[in-house]
């Protein structure tokens, strides 16, 4: 019980971080399509590199189950339900230990 609060604590820590990312992804996706991001600079490429690491194993098995709508992901949209809703039932469980 005792290592069980820190170990919930940190899982929900990792959801609020990878909450950032989800957004971070959906917002530098929305730069690249409009053409505001330079991606031949090493920096941009390697920041949207990363993100798109971290998220698109995630959004692929996720938009295989969610087709878009009139050319509209919403794959992300059904990632931040999700993470909202496993934090939410580890909050709970954390007031009940």
């Known amino acids: 019980m005792i290592i069980l609060v820190p170990l919930i604590r940190l899982l ?4 609020d971080l990878y909450t950032y990312v989800v957004f ?3 917002i530098v996706s929305w730069l690249m399509a409009a053409g505001v991001l330079n991606m ?3 920096w941009v490429a390697q920041i949207v590199n990363a993100l798109y690491t971290l998220t698109e194993p995630v959004l692929d098995v996720i ?3 969610v087709k878009p709508v009139g050319g509209l992901d919403l794959s992300p949209v059904v ?3 999700a993470l909202y809703f496993v934090q939410n039932l580890l909050w709970q469980l954390l007031i009940r230990l």
């Open 40 to 42: 031949h600079k090493s």
């Open 63 to 65: 938009r295989r189950v």
């Open 79 to 81: 990632l931040l339900f």
């Open 12 to 15: 929900m820590a990792f959801i």
């Open 24 to 26: 971070a992804a959906v």
